[in-house]
């Protein structure tokens, strides 16, 4: 089993839509937790973190769910820009080392 | 705003053949980082630094070597290329207490073993 799981996708959605992506991770003792938003054959750049109390950004909202070993991305009023693929990150005891999920990728449509 | 500076940003390699890629970071972040991705795939640990002299294996470290003589450079050497590490390399550096320990990613080395 792989330490962080996400669903591949692709999700394609229409402008103005309401998305969710999840991931699991398999470390209990798993410390913090991180959004990144990788374009096209670019390089990844942190989206937000994510806190315990759930957390919000414009129309990003992260949650994290210790119990259940996930954390989610919301995004609200979909744009066209939004489309890219979004990696799950996690960081354990060790904050040197991060793990990431092969990602899900997001194409919004007009 | 240099950030995190990869070179070089393409490279053609022939089996066998042995290289550097370099990676400078001038924000005085602790932790370094060196990552490939494959096509479809998330990104791979190599090898990573907690600081200057400390460097430690991650999750696919075979066939590479890193040195960190300095807080700033952390170049990762591939020793005697083969197909299977065609791939895009990532270095990344992050403050080990800054901005909610996100990390900050170079542009990337496209590299094909022939």
């Known amino acids: 089993r792989k330490e962080v799981e996400q669903d591949p996708g692709p999700f394609n959605v229409p402008e103005g839509a309401t998305v969710a992506f999840n991931c699991t991770y398999s470390?209990?003792?798993?410390?913090?937790f991180f959004w990144y938003r990788q374009d096209c054959r670019k390089e990844p750049k942190l989206l937000m973190s994510v806190y315990s109390s759930g957390n919000e950004d414009g129309r990003f909202t992260a949650q994290l769910n210790r119990a259940s070993q996930y954390i989610s991305l919301l995004i609200r009023d979909s744009k066209l820009s939004d489309s890219a693929t979004y990696l799950c990150?996690?960081?354990?005891?060790?904050?040197?080392?991060?793990?990431f999920g092969d990602g899900t990728t997001l194409t919004v449509k007009p | 705003n240099a950030g995190v500076t990869q070179t070089p940003k393409f490279q053609v390699l022939k089996t066998g053949q042995s290289m550097t890629l370099q990676c400078a970071q001038d924000m005085n972040h602790e932790y370094m980082s060196w990552y490939r991705q494959d096509p479809g795939m998330g990104l791979r640990l190599i090898h990573y630094?907690?600081?200057?002299?400390?460097?430690d294996q991650g999750e696919v470290p075979n066939g590479y070597n890193v040195s960190r003589s300095t807080t700033e450079d952390f170049p990762l050497r591939l020793l005697s290329a083969a197909p299977s590490q065609t791939s895009v390399y990532f270095c990344?550096?992050?403050?080990?207490?800054?901005?909610?320990?996100?990390?900050?990613f170079g542009q990337g080395t496209r590299l094909t073993v022939v």
């Open positions: 990344a550096s992050q403050s080990r207490t800054g901005f909610a320990g996100g990390a900050f």
């Open positions: 990150v996690v960081k354990g005891t060790n904050a040197g080392k991060s793990t």
């Open positions: 630094s907690v600081g200057a002299g400390i460097t």
């Open positions: 470390n209990s003792a798993s410390q913090s």
